[in-house]
């Protein structure tokens, strides 16, 4: 064997190994880009599956935001409608204690307060009924004016127990009711 022909062989190997080697390499490349292309894949879907999970709740959130925001303001609305409701019963009731009828229901309301706490009672109200309560409970009749919107307000001698049938006070309690009534 010459030194040529091993110089051949020694060069065809080596040409042959690199060939090899760079087919390796190609291989590995191809697999290393097709792993990364696949990995790329499977982020994005999983970027835009996050992507949708995250708009879902964003949108619930904004949409239950918006569905108390406008309760708030139907209630906000309501309360305004009552309140002005309420007022004009307030203001029907300050008109009703300039009527013939009132007389009639000062009465009654001396007479309820009488029979459940006793004949012998104070009475309170307000500076324009005093001569009309002078006249139902006589000297039992106390003439300090009462900040009421009208009615009349009773108590046993001693203070231990009152009757509050002040119109505000009415109002005040049946309130509810009023507002059922009026929504």
Do not use: C, H, W
Not at 11 to 40: I, N, P, Q, Y
Not at 67 to 75: E, M, Q, T, V
Not at 136 to 161: H, M, N, Y
């Amino acid at each position: 064997m010459s030194l040529e022909s091993l110089v051949d062989e020694i060069r065809s190997r080596g040409e042959a190994e690199l060939r090899a080697v760079a087919e390796s390499r190609a291989r590995e490349e191809a697999a290393v880009a097709s792993k990364r292309d696949r990995r790329v894949e499977e982020l994005r879907k999983e970027a835009d599956r996050a992507l949708e999970i995250e708009i879902a709740r964003l949108t619930a959130q904004r949409l239950a935001a918006a569905k108390l925001s406008a309760r708030k303001l139907l209630y906000a609305a309501r309360e305004e409608r009552l309140t002005r409701a309420l007022e004009e019963t307030r203001g029907l009731l300050s008109e009703f204690t300039s009527e013939p009828n009132y007389a009639d229901v000062l009465r009654r309301m001396y007479s309820a307060a009488t029979d459940a706490l006793g004949p012998s009672v104070r009475v309170f109200g307000r500076a324009d009924d005093a001569a009309l309560l002078r006249r139902l409970a006589g000297k039992s009749f106390d003439p300090a004016p009462r900040p009421i919107l009208g009615g009349l307000v009773a108590e046993t001698p001693d203070g231990r127990r009152r009757l509050d049938f002040s119109f505000d006070e009415l109002l005040r309690l049946r309130g509810d009711r009023v507002r059922e009534l009026l929504a």
